[in-house]
């Protein structure tokens, strides 16, 4: 006979018998094993002599729980009840005859529902890769390895804004009757929007009824090859070339616009000056745009009292959460040099004034 653990030395699996129950029919016959979650039900044979068996796997290890010969069955009162543990007991009925010979009836009770059990498996890897706008099919394979028919509810958690839909031979499904021991194909639709975030995210994909399965797919959502045409912002000067004198200020209108096809989000304008010159934006940001939409900001630059005359550059750019500006807009800044006809002109003017007194007094003394 086999080897097992004998399931007496494990104290917290004694039977003390079930309470609420859950009722399943089953008829095995000979050759013939059932696999229910933990418990294993065996009607076989080994050096000539037929017997039936019960064991469970418990933290890795098998323990044989019931192990009844064919004479033994024989001889039994039926119905008999088998105390298998305190979440089951089996019913013999009575031994049946089929193809293979004897077969027994039971009738499986148990405290919990054991008899439905389910397995989902992929063939796809750990870590799928997928554009923004674009989608990717999981296939996904779902078995129901219990002994009764289940449907299953089919969904996914996860914290993107992608939708997940599951397909059943072309048709779009939210649920999908598996029988006992039979497996189907599906696959799982992940359609990622244009205006998701980039990023690493986790997806479990499940399947419940009286049993629940589920298989963890990491995917990579990058932007698309054509992202940078959907996400465009833009600035414009109204001014290119701007002049101002030491210490004076000046206003250089400039609008900010979004120059894609979908929202961008969290705008943000700098402005880029040279050293010791002061800058100040009237709006320097915005928590949205939307398509073709825009705004004006006005960008104060003054120049030191001691700047030199000369060619200055500001520049200004602006930034979102999608995209930024590829060049910034370059605003030329002349410093000018004083001029001295100010100066010249009121001297003139002054010596003039002398010049007509001296010359009226000489006339005056004729």
């Known amino acids: 006979m086999r080897k097992y653990i004998l399931f007496l030395t494990v104290i917290s699996l004694m039977s003390v018998g079930v309470t609420a129950q859950n009722t399943q029919e089953l008829d095995l016959s000979y050759g013939e094993e059932v696999e229910l979650n933990e418990y294993t039900f065996r009607y076989d044979d080994q050096d000539g002599t037929r017997y039936f068996e019960v064991t469970v796997e418990r933290d890795g290890s098998t323990f044989l729980v019931e192990q009844q010969t064919q004479d033994e069955l024989y ?34 009770k148990a405290s919990e529902n054991i008899f439905a059990d389910a397995d989902m498996s992929t063939s796809a890897p750990d870590r799928v890769f997928v554009g923004q706008s674009e989608e990717v099919d999981i296939p996904l394979t779902l078995e129901n390895t219990g002994i009764v028919n289940q449907t299953f509810s089919l969904g996914a958690v996860h914290n993107t804004s992608a939708e997940v839909s599951y397909n059943f031979q072309d048709f779009n499904v939210t649920k999908l009757k598996v029988d006992n021991g039979k497996e189907e194909s599906i696959s799982a639709k992940i359609d990622v929007p244009e205006t998701a975030k980039k990023g690493t995210y986790h997806f479990e994909l499940y399947a ?37 004198k030491p210490g004076e200020e000046k206003q250089i209108p400039v609008r900010v616009r979004n120059r894609g096809t979908v929202t961008i989000d969290n705008i943000e304008v700098d402005v880029e000056a040279p050293e010791g010159w002061e800058t100040e934006l ?10 073709y939409d825009s705004f004006r900001t006005m960008v104060t630059v003054k120049a030191p009292v001691n700047a030199q005359p000369g060619d200055n550059f500001v520049e200004v750019s602006a930034s979102s959460d999608e995209t930024a500006t590829e060049e910034p807009e370059r605003v030329r800044v002349e410093v000018q040099q004083e001029s001295n ?25 004729r």
């Open 75 to 108: 001889d039994l009162e039926k119905p008999h009840t088998f105390d298998i543990s305190d979440e089951l007991d089996i019913e013999l009925k009575e031994m049946t005859s089929d193809k293979n010979g004897v077969g027994l009836n039971l009738s499986l």
């Open 208 to 244: 419940e009824d009286k049993s629940r399965v589920s298989e963890n797919i990491t995917v990579e959502i990058r932007e698309s090859s054509d992202a940078s045409e959907r996400r465009r912002i833009s600035l414009d000067a109204e001014e290119s070339f701007i002049g101002v």
């Open 341 to 365: 006809l100010r100066y010249i002109g009121l001297g003139i003017m002054g010596f003039s004034l002398v010049l007509l007194i001296v010359v009226y007094r000489r006339l005056g003394r």
């Open 282 to 291: 009237t709006q320097s940001s915005s928590p949205s745009l939307e398509q």
